[in-house]
């Protein structure tokens, strides 16, 4: 065996690592860690309505159920939600199931029926009336002195057709959702800063969104791959506040529906968190993604040049 063709075969391999490596990270941008205690913004007053059309394939009954919890892995606090009864409609039922102590509650879907429900929910404790804000948990402790960048706040985000993955025989044909929060600045002093949607769908688009002389809206395309990010440059003097509000509508397109699009594999992203489900522990693992490129690589190295 030649010990050039060897050497050779090496290279070809390293610069194949090399480039899947800068593919996935040289458009991210980095997360630096922050200070808890000295980011000055705090979102509270968290509000949600959704609105969703949900077709019931299967040959029996079926239930469209929501959780008053929500969890993803880039929260500084969880957010618990309680139901807004004068704001959801039909009135929904109590499961016999629950993941939550004081109970989950759901709607009846006969077989074949389409049906449209409204709840609305509101943050309580944590983003309700406790001001909190979204980690990044991909954030690093590194900081390149004198430079730091500044992102401002992250989001969460979920796919509107989950619901294919949780229960494929539940088809999601529209989803609406109509949000609300206070940004709040906690400082001494005024400051400045990037607030994303603190909860945005993927693939979905954005129907409105607030904007005024203290917090600019503009549209962040790179935070996640096939998102539109609502998101705000917001300036507030001291223990200041502003109230903002966005609207998303899936699908994007007419035929599109949870059945048919809905994922196991999980987000992909530029330096930001998970969606919650599918959860990154459901989608194809990077590092044998990688392995199986190296493989194909050294097998395509090998039958060049040591054969």
């Known amino acids: 065996m030649n010990i050039n063709k060897i050497c050779i075969m090496l290279i070809i391999s390293i610069f194949a690592f090399s480039g899947i490596i800068s593919f996935g990270t040289s458009s991210a941008e980095t997360w630096v860690s922050e200070d808890a205690n000295a980011t000055a913004f705090r979102i509270s007053h968290l509000t949600a309505t959704i609105t969703v059309t949900i077709k019931n394939t299967n040959d029996h009954v079926q239930y469209f159920k929501i959780s008053q919890a929500y969890k993803p892995e880039n929260l500084a606090d969880s957010v618990n939600w309680t139901i807004d009864w004068d704001h959801t409609s039909p009135t929904p039922v109590r499961m016999v199931k629950s993941i939550q102590s004081d109970g989950d509650y759901g709607w009846p879907i006969n077989a074949g029926e389409t049906k449209t429900v409204t709840f609305k929910l509101n943050a309580a404790g944590a983003f309700g009336g406790t001001g909190s804000y979204f980690k990044n948990v991909d954030s690093t402790d590194q900081t390149y002195w004198p430079l730091v960048n ?62 005024s002389s203290v917090a600019k809206a503009f549209i962040d395309t790179g935070t996640v791959v096939s998102s539109s990010i609502a998101a705000w440059n917001v300036v507030l003097n001291p223990d200041k506040y502003t109230n903002l509000e966005y609207t998303y509508l899936w699908p994007k397109t007419s035929s599109s529906s949870s059945t048919a699009k809905a994922s196991s594999a999980s987000i992909t992203t530029s330096g930001s968190g998970d969606s919650t489900v599918p959860s990154k522990t459901t989608g194809v693992p990077y590092g044998l993604f990688v392995v199986g490129t190296l493989v194909t690589v050294a097998g395509v190295a090998y039958a060049k040049f040591m054969r």
């Open 150 to 211: 500044e992102p401002g706040l992250i989001g969460t985000w979920f796919y509107p057709d989950e619901l294919g993955v949780l229960n494929p025989t539940l088809d999601i044909k529209k989803w609406k959702g109509h949000f609300t929060f206070r940004v709040t600045n906690v400082d001494d002093q005024k400051v400045y800063g990037i607030v994303r949607a603190p909860i945005a769908p993927i693939k979905s688009k954005v129907t409105s969104m607030s904007s």
